[in-house]
């Protein structure tokens, strides 16, 4: 999967019509993500990404440990969402778009590494990867 092709999954998964804000909401969550895990896990899932998703990871110095109340929390308050279950649905479009291009392992490593709460956003996501996935009948890698 190509930079271009992440985005334009993830705007249909999260059906909002205006690029910049599908850009700006991806690259919050991927960042908050990429952040949240070991540094070495950062490094190993960045390698399956395009090289312009390679970016968002190169932006986290700090490895904090927010749980999923914290993390829907920021996502609905810097990308400007009404709820928090619009924030869990960004979350949830953001990490479905990432397994979709990650290998099952891959995806499996970063879940181990996730708070209870967020494991099953995380979970969630899969369910909907794989649907996606059905739809599409083939599995995408980056």
């Not at 440990?65 to 979350?91: P, Q, V």
């Amino acid at each position: 999967m190509t930079d271009q092709e992440f985005w334009k999954r993830l705007k249909e998964h999260l059906a909002i019509d205006d690029a910049d804000r599908v850009h700006f909401i991806g690259e919050k969550v991927l960042e908050m993500l990429g952040c949240r895990l070991t540094y070495e896990e950062a490094e190993d899932l960045k390698a399956q990404l395009p090289s312009g998703l390679k970016q968002i990871w190169n932006r986290c110095e700090a490895r904090p440990k927010w749980d999923r109340e914290e993390l829907l929390s920021t996502i609905r308050t810097e990308c400007g969402f009404d709820s928090t279950l619009e924030a869990e649905n960004a979350a949830r479009a953001v990490f479905a778009t990432l397994q979709e291009g990650v290998t099952p392992g891959e995806a499996d490593d970063v879940e181990a590494q996730l708070p209870k709460g967020v494991k099953e956003l995380w979970e969630s996501a899969r369910q909907l990867s794989i649907a996606q996935r059905g739809k599409n009948m083939k599995k995408v890698v980056y």
